[in-house]
T-cell receptor
Framework: AQSVSQHNHHVILSEAASLELGCNYS??????LFWYVQYPGQHLQLLLK??????LVKGIKGFEAEFIKSKFSFNLRKPSVQWSDTAEYFC?????????????FGPGTRLSVLP | DGGITQSPKYLFRKEGQNVTLSCEQN?????MYWYRQDPGQGLRLIYY???????QKGDIAEGYSVSREKKESFPLTVTSAQKNPTAFYLC???????????FGEGSRLTVL
């Protein structure tokens, strides 16, 4: 069975600090990878996704993620965080070519950015 | 605007009562899903439907039921058999096999 782990439960940063949120998954086949964000009081929205091609993926709001197949990792990065990045971040994995019922979500990482 | 509408946003119920959460989408997506979100556990799949009049159990279907009579609607009933129903419930949809999920704003159910 697939599983997704996220390295940190809660990360606290000051504005302008750099961010890296770890995500590792276990699955032997081809996968699609996602990062979703949930801002306070808002719905989950897609930050970025990887299906194939360049393993360095750029998303919205200055976020990027790198897929390292050999490490089964898909870490999220941002060079300089803002107070508005305060949110919960979820890494998710899906078997490539399958419907969404195969999504497996990580437990989430709560990011608090101090002004 | 296209999107997914969930209602109600907040719901309180007494133990032993069934409650139905509404989910409507106007994205013309074929597939719809219900997830349960608990702190520190991520999202867990309750039920999903790939097509009208068909649905499948997810990982934690016990104590829940669904119907899919129309493409745009996928209501979830939390029955009295669900032992720990207090949670945040998320409805989602996706188009075909691309699998990217689009989410509603969620319904928070509290059992008193």
């Amino acid at each position: 069975a697939q599983s997704v782990s996220q390295h940190n439960h809660h990360v606290i940063l000051s504005e302008a600090a750099s961010l890296e949120l770890g995500c590792n998954y276990s699955y032997g086949g081809t996968v699609n990878l996602f990062w979703y964000v949930q801002y306070p009081g808002q719905h989950l929205q897609l930050l970025l996704k990887y299906f194939s091609g360049d393993p360095l993926v750029k998303g919205i709001k200055g976020f990027e993620a790198e897929f390292i197949k050999s490490k089964f990792s898909f870490n999220l990065r941002k060079p300089s965080v803002q107070w508005s990045d305060t949110a919960e971040y979820f890494c998710a994995v899906k078997s490539s070519g399958n419907y969404g019922q195969n999504f497996v979500f990580g437990p989430g990482t709560r990011l608090s950015v101090l002004p | 605007d296209g999107g997914i509408t969930q209602s109600p946003k907040y719901l309180f119920r007494k133990e032993g009562q069934n409650v139905t959460l509404s989910c409507e989408q106007n994205l013309n997506h074929d597939a719809m899903y219900w997830y349960r979100q608990d702190p520190g556990q991520g999202l867990r799949l309750i039920y999903y439907s790939q097509i009208v009049n068909d649905f499948q159990k997810g990982d934690i279907a016990e104590g829940y039921s669904v119907s899919r009579e129309k493409k745009e609607s996928f209501p979830l009933t939390v029955t009295s058999a669900q032992k720990n129903p207090t949670a945040f419930y998320l409805c989602a949809s996706s188009i075909g096999r691309t699998g990217e999920l689009f989410f509603g704003e969620g319904s928070r159910l509290t059992v008193l």
